[in-house]
Structures are given as C-alpha cells and as structure tokens.
C-alpha cells in the first residue's frame, strides 16, 4: 500500500467522525454506557467478519495482552466520556470542546523526544482554548444556571484529553496490525455492558431514527472509521492527516444544524473558527519545527 493510498484512507475516517455528534444526539435517550455497548458490538463483529475473511485471525493470537488493554481502555475511556457529554451539555458546544483532541494531539506530541513546543504551538493553543472559553461562558443563562451543562463540557474536556492521549502512545504500535482494532472494540463493548448493568436503566431507541442512528454508528463513527485510521496512522502521513482532522468540528457542527439539533449562532461559528485556526497554527508550528530536522537527516 503507498503512503498516499493510506492517507486517502484515514480522511475517511475524519469524515464519518464528522457524523458522530449527529448520530449520538439522534440516539437518544439511550444512555451512554448502553449506546457504547450497542455500537461496539456492532463495529467489533463488523472487525472480526473481515479478519476471518483476510486470513488475519493467527495475528489476533500473537499480539500482547497488554496492547488489547490498553486500545480497550483508551476506546471505552473516550467514548464514555464523549457520549455523557452530549447527554448533558449542548450538542454543537459539547462537540466543538470534544473536537480539541487535534489539538491536544498536537501540544503532546511536541513533548515527545525528537519533538520540541515552540512559540507557534503556543499560541495555536491560546486560540484553541479562547474559542472554547467564549463557547462555554457565552451560554445563554450563564454556567451556574445550568450545572447540567458546565458538567458536559468538563466531560468533553476529558474526553478530548483522553483521545489525544490514547493517539500519542498508539503511535508507538506501529508494528501492531490493524486486526487488533477489532479486539479494541470488543473490550469497550464488554466493559460498556457491566457499566450499564451497574449505573443505567436500559432504555431503547424510541423510533426508526433512533435505530437507524444506533446502526449508523456502530458501522461508521464507532466502527469503520478506527481502522481507517489506524491505516492512516501506521502507513500514512500522520502530519497531513493531524492537520486536516481540524475539519471535523465544523463538519461536525454543520451536520448538526443541517439536521435542526443545532441552529446557526455566531457564538458557535466564532468558536469553530478560532478552535480550527488555533489547530492548524499549531499544525503549521509543528511543521516547520520539523523542517531543519528532515533537512539535516537528507543532507
């Protein structure tokens, strides 16, 4: 596989992840545990049909426990975090503040060895985080009106640390097939499943929409989409891929309005802006802090 072909394929990944605030708000009121079992499931059998299908299942068998436990715990992590935090909190808020993780991703990695913070860095989180800031403060009601809401964006913050988190350390896997994803979602099906027996009631999708919302995930968002990335991740330009991730909040945002979840505010189009711009600054920081490195290696 070229490592454009293997690019190509993470995009799409950053495309169906673009579809994930959509889906989880047309799912409600299933709770978060019970929906993160569901489409686990679902995206895990979907992994393992193709496994057998390939001929992979003998690389299942050699990979170390200790990696399953940590894709389980970084997958089930996430969107635990993510899928309370829509519960709670205004969906296009709530997915502007999850969608930082491109971000995150970029500030961490800047403190990896070989990698280095500048002042571009810097600043692309000052306008990552003045957006989010004016998002959150800006709410109608204000925050301590609504510990509902204040609580959903904690739980986004966290949930974006999180990913950005479980994508540093997964760069270090890159010998790790892409089969092992759908061990990954199985383990967060099984650990959502205990969690729900102990902390939810179950509640079933009302409707046809909330099915088809429960489908869609598990086939795309919470499914197809983490082996495409991890393709893009391993054999791909993780640069180009990191930077063009700071398209999904405003894919994720539009999709929203477009299905009348959210409605057009400028709040919400000046935080998207300031998120992205402070993202691809970042991005753009990251680069050209490589650039000498890159040169020097080809010299």
Do not use: N
Not at 28 to 50: E, N, Y
Not at 77 to 106: D, K, M, N, Q, T
Not at 269 to 286: E, M, Y
Request: proline share 4%; aromatic share 10%; glycine share 14%.
């Amino acid at each position: 596989m070229t490592r454009a072909k293997a690019t190509g394929i993470g995009c799409g990944a950053i495309l169906l992840w673009s579809a994930l605030a959509l889906f989880t708000v047309g799912s409600a009121p299933v709770p978060p545990f019970q929906l993160s079992a569901m489409t686990f499931a679902l995206g895990g059998l979907v992994g393992l049909a193709w496994v057998a299908l390939s001929g992979g299942a003998g690389q299942l068998r050699a990979i170390g426990w200790r990696v399953y436990l940590f894709g389980t715990l970084g997958l089930f992590g996430y969107h635990a975090l993510y899928f309370s935090a829509l519960r709670l909190a205004p969906a296009a808020e709530a997915g502007l503040i999850c969608y930082l993780w491109p971000l995150l991703i970029v500030l961490l990695s800047g403190l990896m060895p070989g990698e280095r913070l500048s002042l571009g860095h810097v600043a692309g989180a000052g306008l990552a985080f003045a957006g989010t800031a004016q998002l959150v403060l800006g709410r109608a009601g204000g925050l301590a009106a609504d510990g509902g809401a204040l609580a959903g964006f904690a739980l986004a913050g966290l949930a974006a640390l999180t990913w950005a988190g479980y994508s540093v350390l997964s760069r270090r896997l890159g010998s790790v097939p892409t089969a092992s994803v759908a061990v990954f979602c199985l383990g967060t099906a099984v650990l959502s499943a205990l969690s729900h027996l102990v902390l939810e009631d179950t509640v079933w999708p009302p409707g046809g929409f909330g099915w088809v919302s429960v489908l869609a995930l598990g086939a795309g968002p919470v499914g197809l989409a983490f082996y495409l990335w991890d393709v893009g991740m391993k054999r791909g330009d993780i640069q180009l891929l990191g930077t063009l991730s700071y398209a999904a909040p405003i894919l994720s945002t539009l999709a929203l309005v477009a299905a009348g979840f959210a409605e057009v505010s400028l709040r919400i189009a000046v935080a998207a802006v300031l998120v992205t711009a402070g993202a691809a600054l970042a991005a753009w920081a990251g680069a050209r802090a490589r650039a000498p490195v890159r040169r020097a290696s080809g010299a």
